[in-house]
């Protein structure tokens, strides 16, 4: 698994684990206040899903600057689309 790898990250499991649990309420809090703060046509949460949770977000974030992964790499890991990737590091 890839968090329990720490060549691949970089971090311990626990590390990452914190990480998760510090910043995953943060950013769902965030992207919830982005999604009600626009003149929406349908319900908050209505639509397309994120293909990538918040974990997976962060996998790809410490994964691409500590081995240089291209996004293309990381969308075929992750079975995403390449835009996906580029908007999750972002």
Known sequence: MIVGNERITGLSSAVVGE????LG???HERHRARLVSRV???????GASYKL????????TLVHPR???THDVL???????RST???AIS
């Open 53 to 60: 949770v918040f974990v997976d977000r962060l996998l790809a």
């Open 25 to 27: 309420p943060l950013w």
């Open 75 to 81: 969308a075929c890991w992750f079975g995403v689309d």
């Open 40 to 46: 929406r046509m349908r319900a908050v949460g209505a």
């Open 85 to 87: 990737i580029t908007r």
């Open 19 to 22: 990480l998760v649990a510090e």
């Open 67 to 69: 081995h240089g992964t």
